[in-house]
């Protein structure tokens, strides 16, 4: 039973006019991609995490064909919230409309074969920032102008967000893991506000994705301080998901 992630799914089977090849070749039928390694290597007791940005849906029912499309792959399914995830935005009413296979964290915490797990979304904070890193690329941003204005207020809802996940895992659990839509740490470890409010919760895994088009030479996270930062956004694993547990 092993625990697998990946991030940015950017799926838009109940849409159309938001493919995501106008973003590089690299995405040309990149759901067939992803649809072929998870099949072919996920197994029906593993478990996916999927730390957002799933569908470019807007309202709950055009997420549909999406969220029946990630039901359909094996696994039990863990999803969060990303910066464009537009439809989910009432945990209650999205709970309630999801497949079986798929559980929705938002905020809070679930308990995987004595692996707690946490998530929540996240925000830009600028403590790090990935400029070296990214190539110039026609970007995905499409905040609000609320949050554009005011990014720091953001943040600073999303880090108390963060506190209540991570209090709601379970404190017995061997093995704990946050999930994380936006990057929670600089690509060079450097200590971060909400890296050590990871350590001081015990997590020993983070997963998180966000960030597109990122150099390919690039050295992205690791482990610092016993927490292991897994970047699974979908493009940089090459439509391939990442087992973080065997």
Not at 91 to 100: F, M, N
Not at 144 to 151: C, M, R, S
Not at 155 to 162: D, G, K, S
Request: include cysteine.
């Amino acid at each position: 039973m092993a625990i697998w992630a990946i991030a940015d799914l950017h799926l838009s089977l109940g849409i159309v006019g938001k493919e995501m090849n106008v973003f590089g070749p690299e995405w040309n039928d990149h759901a067939n991609k992803i649809a072929q390694f998870w099949d072919a290597h996920v197994a029906q007791d593993d478990l996916v995490l999927i730390p957002g940005d799933i569908s470019w849906a807007m309202r709950l029912d055009e997420a549909k064909a999406d969220l029946d499309w990630i039901d359909k792959r094996p696994g039990t399914k863990l999803i969060i919230r990303g910066n464009h995830d537009y439809w989910c935005h009432a945990p209650t009413k999205v709970r309630k409309a999801l497949p079986p296979s798929i559980h929705l964290l938002w905020s809070d915490a679930f308990l995987w074969q004595n692996v707690a797990i946490c998530g929540t979304r996240l925000w830009d904070s600028p403590e790090y920032n990935f400029g070296a890193f990214i190539e110039m690329k026609k970007p995905l941003k499409e905040e609000t102008k609320a949050q554009q204005e005011h990014p720091e207020q953001v943040f600073e809802r999303e880090v108390m967000r963060l506190g209540t996940a991570l209090n709601a895992l379970d404190k017995n659990a061997p093995l704990k893991i946050a999930m994380v839509h936006y990057p929670p740490i600089g690509a060079d470890l450097a200590p971060s506000r909400v890296s050590e409010m990871l350590e001081k919760a015990g997590v020993s895994i983070c997963v998180f994705g966000h960030l597109h088009s990122v150099r390919p030479e690039s050295k992205m996270f690791g482990t610092k301080n016993g927490v292991t930062y897994h970047f699974v956004a979908c493009d940089w694993l090459k439509f391939r998901l990442i087992k973080i547990v065997d």
